[in-house]
């Protein structure tokens, strides 16, 4: 069975960085495009950045390029999201998904959880 | 980018009723569209891809229809188990775009 697990959430205030990681059971995330969802709370989802299955090519949202970073640690089948200059309105619950296989550019096959992210003074 | 509009926001209706939810993009995807439901306080989760296929598992009284610029998700026969807020989603490259949602209860 194909799961995802987020953590790293938490408080941060304004300007501040916080890594989030994602683990991967049941595929193998080194050979499958991963992508990081969010949704403020009350609002709807939102795609902040996805990373592809062949070659590793990473692509964001405007609202965090540049500010966020998403990576995988392969031999650890872990997905991360590095991100700094976190603003009040990065506030939401993260969600990792598996990007169903066979493209980069597919539906999300399975959702984590989701980890909180709340950026306050 | 491309935008996805979903109308309408929020719909109320009758358990046994059929209701219709319409997503419409902004420029053409062909059938690159996946609709999912998420659930009160739960994860979104997968209901149709590629506009009309139906994931493993979720209920035939679901489906959809449309390519292009105009599609639809139906449910036949709203049960009670449907109350949740449905997301329309475009992946034919980034950004992947969502709509709006849809919040459906019960009349």
């Known amino acids: 069975e194909v799961q995802v697990v987020e953590s790293g959430g938490g408080l941060v205030h304004p300007g501040g960085t916080l890594r989030l990681s994602c683990a991967g059971s049941g595929f193998t995330i080194s050979k499958s495009a991963m992508s990081w969802v969010r949704q403020a709370p009350g609002k709807g989802l939102e795609w902040v950045s996805t990373?592809?299955?062949?070659?590793?090519?990473?692509y964001y949202a405007k609202s965090v390029e540049g500010r966020f970073t998403i990576s995988r640690d392969d031999s650890r089948t872990t997905l991360y999201l590095q991100m700094n200059g976190l603003r009040v309105e990065d506030t939401a619950i993260y969600y990792c998904?598996?990007?169903?296989?066979?493209?980069?550019?597919?539906?999300?096959?399975?959702w984590g959880q989701g980890t909180l992210v709340t950026v306050s003074s | 980018d491309i935008q996805m509009t979903q109308s309408p926001s929020s719909l109320s209706a009758s358990v046994g009723d059929s209701v219709t939810i319409t997503c419409r993009a902004s420029q053409g995807i062909s059938n690159y569209l996946a609709w999912y439901r998420q659930k009160p306080g739960k994860v979104p989760e997968v209901l149709i891809f590629?506009?009309?296929t139906l994931q493993s598992g979720v209920p035939s009284r679901f489906s959809g229809s449309g390519s292009g610029t105009d599609f639809t998700l139906t449910i036949t026969s709203l049960q009670p188990e449907d109350v949740a807020t449905y997301y329309c989603q475009k992946y034919d490259g980034a950004p992947l775009t969502f709509g709006g949602g849809t919040k459906v209860e019960i009349k």
């Open positions: 998904a598996k990007v169903d296989g066979g493209s980069s550019w597919n539906w999300f096959e399975s």
């Open positions: 590629a506009a009309s």
């Open positions: 990373i592809s299955d062949s070659d590793s090519s990473t």
